[in-house]
């Protein structure tokens, strides 16, 4: 049996600045701003809405090869909701 510890991985917490073509601009709760995928399994998830928006608060895993993936996204506790348009036949066209 072997007691050696194994060290505790961490997964560093930041918000999403920006996306764009599958890579996201993270800001980490230390200030420093990095770049970061979405984890393969995050992609196959069906969420309301965008999957990664900015403002969204995530973990990040770093690898070895200097590279990060998003590897979870908190509940959101705003949202931004918008009203479909209507269509230009319906709409008011007097004037008063």
Do not use: C, W
Not at 2 to 18: I, K, M, S, Y
Not at 21 to 30: H, P, Q, S
Not at 31 to 59: H, M, N
């Amino acid at each position: 049996m072997n007691d050696t510890a194994v060290p505790e991985r961490r997964f560093p917490t930041g918000t999403v600045l920006q996306a764009g073509g599958g890579i996201y601009d993270v800001l980490l709760d230390d200030q420093s701003r990095i770049r970061a995928t979405l984890r393969g399994r995050l992609k196959l998830e069906q969420r309301t809405g965008d999957r990664v928006v900015a403002g969204d608060r995530v973990r990040i895993d770093a690898h070895p090869d200097g590279s990060f993936t998003i590897e979870s996204v908190q509940p959101r506790k705003t949202q931004l909701a918008r009203r479909a348009p209507v269509p230009r036949r319906m709409r008011s066209t007097s004037r008063p």
